[in-house]
């Protein structure tokens, strides 16, 4: 997982949802272009907060229950609905019964100050009284304001991490970006409204358990694109957000939902219209990738803003078959 700073936002502070829940952990931000032990390694650190939010409930809930989606507790506070910036919910916690066995639950809704409406149904009963649903999330202090109004960092696009070490002493490491905005994830929602548009019978496929999926298919997507235009040091942040970027999105989701048996009812071959939609993609993907219909591309001199000597230029790889 890749978790994103925005440049010159301070205050911002960075989520994680560890497997079980943890008593207790620390944190590092470390800046990769450093070896292990070298002065300028660690970029901030701290002990981190773990969401103290615990309540027992006061009804049965579960499967056996008229809704395997609400939980019922004394009192609500504590358990705020979040989105991430994709609007999707990420405010998760953990109930558990008397055991210890239980599982982790995202809360989307509170109505009153006695129930709290959950995401996905629960997989098992829990009892009244000897049952809790507790916080599980730990979150850093607010990322020092040095590395967050690093202009040099979110340029290079310099590699960082962050490494949560638990109290039992085992670690957990996610690699984290410096980027200028949110521009290749405002993008999404234009992605999803176009497909609903041309092919509504597709996008209403998309729905599980009462949720709209559409959205997590388009999301990802984009992270593949990304990522593998990364490893090419490419970065498509702007790209994605543009007219080309906005198709070659719309294409490869279309050709990764008729993978997975997904086409218009007009199409006739579910095949035929998956080759047509990998064609679309890939012709817009190498205008992002490689340049103009293919042409080389000239490296700019990022201080002067002029082209660089033709020795400096470069051909780039064709990305296919992503």
């Excluded at 409930?57 to 989105?83: D, M």
């Excluded at 809704?109 to 709290?116: D, H, I, K």
């Excluded at 149904?121 to 109004?149: F, H, K, M, N």
Aim: glycine share 8%.
């Amino acid at each position: 997982m890749t978790q994103r700073l925005i440049y010159n936002l301070t205050g911002q502070v960075l989520r994680h949802v560890p497997g079980a829940r943890q008593t207790g952990a620390t944190w590092v931000l470390e800046d990769l272009l450093y070896g292990a032990g070298e002065t300028g390694r660690t970029l901030d650190s701290g002990t981190a907060t773990l969401d103290a939010a615990s309540q027992a409930l006061t009804a049965a809930a579960g499967p056996s229950r008229t809704s395997a989606t609400e939980v019922s507790i004394a009192a609500t506070a504590a358990f705020v609905p979040r989105a991430d910036r994709n609007g999707d919910p990420i405010a998760t916690f953990e109930i558990v019964d008397a055991s210890g066995v239980g599982e982790h639950v995202v809360v989307v809704g509170v109505t009153t100050t006695q129930t709290l409406h959950l995401r996905d149904p629960l997989t098992r009963d829990y009892p009244a009284t000897t049952s809790t649903i507790r916080g599980i999330e730990l979150s850093t202090a607010a990322i020092s304001a040095s590395v967050v109004q690093d202009e040099n960092r979110m340029h290079g696009d310099w590699p960082m991490r962050i490494v949560w070490t638990y109290a039992d002493g085992h670690r957990y490491q996610e690699q984290v970006r410096l980027l200028r905005d949110y521009a290749i994830d405002i993008s999404r929602d234009a992605v999803v409204r176009e497909i609903r548009t041309l092919f509504p019978d597709v996008a209403t496929r998309m729905a599980y358990n009462g949720n709209d999926t559409l959205p997590g298919h388009v999301g990802s997507m984009i992270r593949l694109l990304r990522a593998d235009a990364l490893g090419r040091s490419i970065r498509l942040e702007e790209f994605l957000a543009g007219e080309q970027g906005h198709w070659a999105v719309v294409y490869r989701t279309l050709w990764h939902l008729a993978m997975l048996g997904n086409a218009p009812a007009q199409s006739g071959d579910p095949t035929a219209w998956a080759t047509h939609c990998k064609a679309q993609f890939e012709s817009r993907w190498l205008g992002l990738v490689v340049g103009e219909a293919g042409r080389e591309v000239v490296e700019l001199d990022g201080a002067t803003a002029t082209a660089s000597s033709s020795d400096a230029s470069e051909y780039r790889e064709i990305l296919t078959g992503l």
